[in-house]
């Protein structure tokens, strides 16, 4: 008998800009901030937000339906995600980045009006870079940057390596982190030149000038500083083409020394793209955003790998369900 169907799902996913909403408010007011700091009740939250004790509760019946939060008793506690994530002034508060995208939420509801009348630029969002601007946006990305380039440096031995070149590097997490894992490695940060001046700030907060340098350009376009052992790309693949992104693997292989190896960390779609969801969202991201991006599959950036003359070319999972990682050797 065939499996009887309704309309559950559909309503849900009809409705699913309630979630981020709920998020997004429950950042606003530092809910689970007030939570952590001990206001376990819905009486002690409205003392410390101010809110009605009707918006209280309708908040709290959200966070506990969304598993924000969690009864222990008559107590309200955090979920362990957003205890460790969500509470402000703690060392892997990630809240910048969690409210980095809400900007974009009326893009998103113009989706259609984009795709019946487009109008995109090779690099999108990244045209009108201010300074300003690039010290926002990686105070975002550094909230989940530097956790992210933690993980690379506990997956990836680069112990008998001495020089990373680092392509849109960003807040430098990647860079830095290797520094400070690999005794003998140096690093060169490449991204826009609004970027490194940001780039720069994350370097000295770190202490490692002596040994992280930043190069501003574009890296569609132009051959990269050589001889390097190592080139990381990390979390920008789904903002350009599939030509874009082959033709950056190309150059990269051309700046490595023979033996040298590429990690292409990003969002990538499994081969019959029937997920993960997250990939396929940053890939129409780049319709919202301006540019000419998509999501890539794994089975695709295998391609550009080999394209370029990469062998040993494997796709791995970095953070399983969200992104993952193609490494390949220069023979
Ligand atoms: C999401 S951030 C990732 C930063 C860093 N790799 C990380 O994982 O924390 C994407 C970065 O790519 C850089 N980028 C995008 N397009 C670029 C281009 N054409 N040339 C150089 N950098 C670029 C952006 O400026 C930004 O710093």
Known sequence: M????????????????????????????????????????????????????????????????????????????????????????????AGPWMMFTRPDVSGWFQMTEKMRAPASTKLGMYDELTVESARKYHQATSSIGF?????????????????????????????????EQFDGLSATVLDLPPVVVATQEYIKDAGVEDRVRTVGADFTEGEFPSPVDVVV??????????????????????ALEP??????????????????????MWGMNE??????GRAHTRGECEGYFSSAGFVDVEVTDFVAGTLARCVGKKP
């Open 2 to 93: 065939a499996d009887r169907i309704d309309t559950t799902r559909l309503q849900e996913m009809a409705r699913a800009y309630t979630a981020s909403a709920v998020l997004y408010t429950a950042l606003d007011v530092g809910l689970f901030s007030q939570v952590s700091a001990g206001c376990r009740t819905e009486e002690a939250l409205v003392a410390a937000t101010g809110l009605r004790s009707v918006d209280v509760d309708r908040l709290v019946s959200c966070a506990l339906s969304l598993r924000l939060l969690d009864w222990e008793g008559d107590e309200l506690h955090n979920a362990p995600d957003v205890e460790a994530y969500l509470v402000q002034g703690k060392d892997r508060y």
């Open 147 to 179: 956790g992210a380039a933690r993980r690379f440096v506990r997956s990836v031995d680069l112990s008998s390596r001495k020089h990373l070149l680092d392509l849109g590097g960003g807040s430098g997490a990647y860079s830095i982190t290797c520094v």
């Open 233 to 254: 790309m990390a979390s920008n693949l789904p903002i350009y083409n599939a030509e874009v992104i082959a033709g950056v693997v190309a150059r990269a292989f051309r």
């Open 259 to 280: 033996g040298g190896e590429m990690h292409l960390i990003g969002e990538m779609l499994d081969n019959d793209r029937r997920g993960p969801v997250d990939a396929a």
């Open 287 to 292: 319709l919202v955003c301006g540019s000419e």
